[in-house]
C-alpha cells in the first residue's frame, strides 16, 4: 500500500534527526540510503540494519536527505536511479533507513571517502544506485588524481579555501605556469562562488592569449616549492586580470 505524504514527511524528519545526532557537528557526511527488505525482515548483527543501495556525501546531509525524498515523489525522465528506488519503496508502503558511514573535515577527504566506501560495498555484492561508473572500476594513481581534481572543482571556493587547494594553469605554449588562489576570490565574489568558475574565468594566458589547461594543486605544497612570496603575486595578478 503506498504511503502517505505525511507518513514520509515523518520518516524524513526521523531520519534527518538521525543523521544530526550521529554527525556531531562534522562538516561532512558520508552515508548510505538502506532498503529495509521485506516487512519483518531481520538483519544479522552487523553494520547495517538493510541493505544499501546508495552511498553519498554531504556537508549538508539534512537537506541532501530532503532532496533526496522530495525528488523521489516527483520522477521524471530525468530522475536518478536513487530517486527511483526511493520512489518504489515508498509505492510498496517502505520507507528507507540511513546508515552514517564516517565523517570527514574536507570535501577532499569526503570525496575519497565516498569512492572508498562505494566500491567496497559493490566488492561485497551490493547493487547500487549511483551513477558515477568510478565507484566500480579500480583506478591508478594519475587516474585516482584527475577524478578526484574533477570531482573537487565543484567546490565552493570557501571550500576551497579552508583546504588550502590551488588552481595551476599550465599553457601548452609553454609560458611560467600561474597559480590562482580561490581565497583571494571568497571576500569579493558570489557566495556561491565554485572552483571550475575562477578557473575558467581566469584560463586565457596573458604572454600568448590562448586558454591554459588546469589542474590542481596543494597550497602549502607549492610554496614550500617555490615560496609564498612568489604565490601570493601570481595569485594578485590574476585577480586583477579577470
Avoid at 525524498?69 to 525522465?77: A, G
Avoid at 517502505?94 to 552514517?100: Q, V
Avoid at 551513477?131 to 574533477?150: H, K
Wanted: charge should be positive; charged fraction near 25%.
Amino acid at each position: 500500500m503506498p504511503l502517505y505524504p505525511i507518513d514520509i514527511e515523518k520518516r524524513l524528519k526521523a531520519l534527518q534527526r538521525q543523521a544530526r545526532h550521529e554527525a556531531e557537528g562534522a562538516p561532512y557526511v558520508i552515508y548510505a540510503l538502506l532498503d529495509p527488505g521485506e516487512p519483518g525482515l531481520q538483519f544479522a548483527e552487523g553494520p547495517f540494519n538493510g541493505i544499501p543501495f546508495y552511498v553519498g556525501q554531504s556537508c549538508e546531509i539534512e537537506c541532501r536527505l530532503g532532496r533526496h525524498f522530495r525528488k523521489s515523489q516527483k520522477l521524471n525522465p530525468d530522475s536518478q536511479m536513487v530517486h527511483r528506488h526511493i520512489a518504489r519503496l515508498f509505492a510498496i508502503g517502505r520507507l528507507p533507513r540511513l546508515a552514517i558511514l564516517e565523517t570527514a573535515q574536507t570535501r577532499s577527504q569526503s570525496l575519497m571517502a565516498e569512492l572508498r566506501w562505494g566500491q567496497r560495498l559493490m566488492r561485497d555484492g551490493y547493487e547500487l544506485a549511483n551513477t558515477s561508473p568510478d565507484i566500480g572500476r579500480i583506478m591508478g594513481v594519475e587516474e585516482l588524481t584527475a577524478w578526484l581534481d574533477f570531482r573537487r572543482s565543484s567546490m565552493l571556493a570557501s571550500e576551497a579555501a579552508r583546504e588550502g587547494i590551488v588552481i595551476v594553469h599550465t599553457c601548452t605554449c609553454g609560458h611560467v605556469n600561474r597559480w590562482i588562489d580561490p581565497a583571494d576570490y571568497v571576500a569579493c565574489w558570489p557566495k556561491r562562488l565554485r572552483v571550475s568558475k575562477i578557473a575558467s574565468r581566469t584560463q586565457q594566458c596573458p604572454g600568448c592569449g590562448e586558454d591554459c589547461e588546469w589542474w590542481l594543486d596543494d597550497r602549502e605544497l607549492l610554496a614550500s616549492r617555490f615560496g609564498p612570496s612568489y604565490l601570493n603575486t601570481c595569485s594578485s595578478l590574476a585577480l586583477r586580470r579577470a
